[in-house]
């Protein structure tokens, strides 16, 4: 270490301070105030004193008791650089260290490049500077950031599959919200839609635009379940068509999605259009899961009401899906969600009295009701035209559920009709799985 340094480090940079040099006063008041910066102006009648703020203050001289002077950080800074000689690393170091707890940053800044300049290899002074050591080698943050494989993205080091997430993110964003304004433009038809949206993305690179498309259909779908009254089947209808041309499992898996969450009818026998086209043993899996998921025991002995006419809804649209796939491998699953049996707690608000009196004339599924002398009937289950798996208004709540499109699936599929015990459908199975498995 320098002579220099080690005078630094011992504190005695007071004796460096050159009395009548000053360029910093301290005006003191009468009234026990005072006022620190540069005087650039005194006369019989008034100071101005330029502030360290960089504002000037007039004062009357008659309101001044003194004038203090103090050497400013910029003075003593000149005076020890003075000091130090040119090739005193470890000097210039500890001048920069004083500066910068002066707040001198522009001059502190200057010390450490001459350090480094003296010697390039010097810990301190490469650190001060924001280098960071990296196999052996110094480098400037932003030089390390990228030898580790980081990019700049708005304002912040990301990896290059971070940026590229956000871009896409943000690309959605953009392309869903034209969507969105084409799909409100007259004509509002499918066609028309259909029409517009192929002329909005051209002949370029679809692939955004493809998933802004999936993004659009799944808010439309949402929205649909939560309006009072259904304005956008057109629209979803177009946007359905327009998803069917995007050969993705992404694609496929919305498509297996709405074709049991839409409101509408139309919209999911549209969607289960596509799916039969593609004779993907895929699309059956999905189905049969949803009905082994929606009669587990989670399900049936733990659900609400709610839960529970959610769960008749999917149970029943599933299996309207596997009809409609004609694979035979769902018998299994059809036979086993054909009746299924909830648990509701005996309650005044679980379980209402069996009620004959329906507001819709819309049968749907049927189920067994049990009534209060222990007597069951085979009724009929009205919904109302709106229901998505977010609202249900079932007529009927009884821990027995019959879901007729189970039924009627299993008759399509086996050209036999075994009743309503679901051995009879699973001993055929066992006799003929090997005719009709793969």
């Given amino acids: 270490m320098s002579q220099f340094a080690r005078f630094m480090q011992a504190g005695l940079l007071a004796l460096l301070t050159v009395a009548g040099q000053a360029a910093a006063d301290i005006v003191h008041l009468r009234s026990g105030g005072k006022v620190e910066g540069v005087i650039v102006s005194r006369t019989d009648a008034e100071v101005v004193v330029q502030t360290n703020s960089g504002g000037k203050v007039k004062l009357k001289a008659s309101d001044v008791v003194r004038v203090e002077t103090k050497a400013t950080p910029a003075q003593v ?90 871009e896409t993110r943000q690309a959605v964003a953009d392309w869903s919200r034209r969507f969105r304004q084409l799909l409100a433009r007259r004509p509002t038809s499918q066609e028309a839609i259909v029409q517009r949206v ?71 026998a549209a969607a289960l259009k596509v799916l039969v ?38 149970l029943r649209r599933a299996a309207e899906a596997l009809d409609a796939l004609a694979d035979p491998r769902a018998v299994p699953a059809l036979a086993n969600t054909m009746i299924v049996r909830f648990r509701i707690q005996e309650s005044d608000e ?19 009701v049990t009534d209060g002398l222990g007597n069951r009937y085979l009724l009929p289950v009205t919904e109302s035209s709106n229901w998505g798996l977010d609202q249900t208004e079932r007529e009927v709540e009884d821990p027995f559920f019959f879901n007729i499109a189970a039924y009627n699936a299993l008759r399509k599929l086996t050209g036999k009709d075994l009743g309503h015990d679901k051995r009879s459908w699973l001993a055929w199975w066992y006799r003929n799985r090997h005719d009709v498995e793969d």
């Avoid at 920069?96 to 707890?101: E, F, I, K, S």
């Avoid at 001059?107 to 052996?136: C, M, Q, S």
């Avoid at 679980?350 to 067994?368: K, R, W, Y």
């Fill in 77 to 166: 800074y000149r005076e020890m650089a003075a000091k130090v000689a040119a090739d005193d690393a470890d000097g210039h170091f500890a001048l920069g260290l004083w500066c910068t707890d002066q707040k001198l940053y522009r001059e502190g800044r200057e010390e450490f490049d001459k350090t480094v300049a003296i010697d390039p290899n010097h810990k301190g002074a490469r650190e001060k500077l924001g280098y960071v050591l990296k196999d052996g080698k110094w480098m400037t943050a932003a030089e390390a950031k990228k030898a580790d494989g980081f990019v700049r993205h708005e304002g912040k080091w990301v990896t290059e599959e971070e940026r590229d997430t956000a």
């Fill in 198 to 268: 192929h002329d909005a993305i051209g002949q370029g690179p679809r692939d955004v635009a493809n998933i802004a498309l999936r993004v659009v259909l799944q808010d439309a779908i949402k929205d649909a379940i939560e309006a009072r009254y259904d304005r956008t089947v057109d629209a979803r209808l177009a946007l359905l068509q327009l998803i069917a041309e995007q050969p993705c499992p992404a694609a496929a898996e919305l498509l297996q999605k709405t074709a049991v969450r839409d409101i509408d009818a139309r919209v999911r």
């Fill in 350 to 368: 679980e379980l209402p009295p069996a009620s004959f009196g329906f507001t819709s004339n819309s049968i749907v599924d049927s189920a067994i």
């Fill in 277 to 314: 086209a593609q004779k993907d043993v895929d699309n059956t899996a999905f189905f049969v899961g949803l009905l082994y998921s929606y009669t587990s025991s989670r399900v049936r002995l733990q659900s609400d009401a709610k839960q529970r006419a959610t769960a008749r809804r999917v």
